[in-house]
């Protein structure tokens, strides 16, 4: 009986031992799944932040749009006290790079509007700020007719003297 005994103790050694064993393997496994879905989660973030900034500067570059510069315009403007003269320099802000192609092909007729606008102000109408702030609608608008719709952003003036 003893030897029984001794059998069955020994059986159950050698059987635990093999659990232990899965039991080791299955914690193991458990673990380097968690990593390498801790891995694949963290690079899928990784490079979905870094595609988003990419797209987001791009965006921002679109939205931007590109500044166009003309040369400056000097004209008398239309004023019944006497000889009055404007110096004006703009800059104006087009919503893309095909835009700025088609407004360096159509310069004369943008240059035309903006000279046909400016003659017909007086010195009392531009010397405020919101004369100012109305002549750059004024030339967005006509710009606008020329190039098409939506293709001016924003006038901007670089220099203004009237003398």
């Known amino acids: 009986m003893v030897d029984e005994k001794e059998e069955k103790l020994e059986g159950e050694e050698e059987g635990q031992e093999p659990k232990k064993k899965k039991g080791k393997n299955?914690?193991?496994?458990?673990?380097?799944a968690v990593?390498?879905?801790?891995?694949?989660?963290?690079a899928f973030f990784f490079f979905t932040k870094s595609s988003n900034k990419a797209q987001k500067a791009e965006e921002t570059k679109a939205a931007e749009g590109v500044t166009f510069a003309l040369e400056?315009?000097?004209?008398?403007?239309s004023d019944p006290t006497g000889t009055r003269f404007l110096k004006v320099s703009l800059q104006l802000e087009l919503a893309g790079p095909a835009v700025m192609e088609k407004a360096k092909a159509k310069t004369p007729q943008i240059r035309d509007a903006i000279i046909t606008l400016l003659t017909s102000k007086t010195s009392d109408a531009l010397i405020?700020?919101?004369g100012?702030?109305?002549l750059k609608d004024e030339i967005n608008i006509r710009i606008n007719q020329v190039?098409?719709?939506?293709?001016?952003?924003?006038v901007y003036l670089t220099d203004f003297v009237m003398q």
């Open 26 to 32: 299955l914690i193991l496994i458990i673990i380097i």
């Open 128 to 130: 405020s700020p919101e």
């Open 132 to 134: 100012k702030l109305q």
């Open 35 to 42: 990593a390498v879905l801790a891995g694949g989660a963290g």
């Open 147 to 154: 190039l098409g719709e939506n293709s001016v952003k924003n």
């Open 72 to 77: 400056p315009f000097v004209v008398n403007l």
